[in-house]
């Protein structure tokens, strides 16, 4: 068994003993919510990680998701666990409709980028005129409490779930970078028109990673509305979830397998231990947010987990030339 094989054994037997050891409702949450947005930037990182099409407008999946399961579950009474599947598939189609506008008239940069938060704003609109979204009051789950309901009385199912769930973002990263189909996509984020001249499908690539993108962020809405028992068009396709995909991705490292993870490890740890601790200086999570981003963007342009690689790098360099030196 190689090094990394044991470092990721190691690693997810303390995630699931951290429940066991954890009883704190509080850091659980934290951890939970750790990992979800870990998950829901995983989504967003196959697009703009990988296929470096920046989405200014992840929630538009993520939300249609959350929208698919409560509705599902209140007018048909269907089982949660199977309205996921329903919330993936909304979340590719509106994914595929999206990429398929987009990339079909060649939107690139900061035009896709704008049609895409277009999009989730068009989704929010009519999410808040609409009879079936019960309009801007949302719609509320009812409490049935129960694994087979998707509903825990603890913290500690939530957290088990949401780590199932960044466990398939991770392979699901992994088998990218690994693959003919990630290797292309990184050529198209990397000089589209040149990737053309080799052969390559850019077009057919970009969709089929928006489509994924929406796929996994739309299973996300599922465990959402599952946790907190409500969803309104302002969660569902409002900026947060969209800005939060993005930062995390950013901070960690886009295009790498646990940038989104790290990222959104740091991002709430500076942010709720900060609202937690200032309690009395409401606010200042944002501003730190804020701090936070701009450092990363100056100083480590390829996330943390690039800067942690070029300083490998360098101390490896030093190393060698010590020795050769010696």
Known sequence: MGRNAVVGALALGLALAVPLIVQSGFWLNLLTLMLFFGYLGGSWNIL???????????????GTGAYVTAILQLSLGLNPWVTML????????????????????????SYFALITLAFSEVLRVLATTAKITNGGQGLVIPLRTGLGNFQFAGKAGYYYVALAMTLISLAAAWCIEHSRFGARLMAVRENEDAAEALGVNAFGHKLAAITISGMMAGAGGTFYVQMFFYVDPAIAYGPAMSVESLLVSIIGGMGTVAGPLLGSIVLHLV??????????????????YGV???????????????????????????????????
């Open 86 to 109: 329903f919330a993936a598939a909304g979340g590719a189609s509106v994914g595929l409709v999206t990429g398929f506008l987009s990339f079909r008239y060649g939107l690139r940069g």
């Open 48 to 62: 703009g990680g990988y296929a470096g099409q920046f989405s200014f407008g992840h929630a538009a999946f993520f």
């Open 292 to 326: 936070l981003l701009i450092l990363i963007l100056r100083y480590l342009p390829n996330g943390l987990i690039g800067g942690a690689r070029a300083l490998a790098g360098r101390v490896g360099l030093g190393t060698a030339r010590s020795g050769s030196t010696g």
């Open 271 to 288: 942010g709720d231990l900060t609202r937690k601790v200032l309690a009395n200086a409401p606010g200042i999570s944002l501003v730190l």
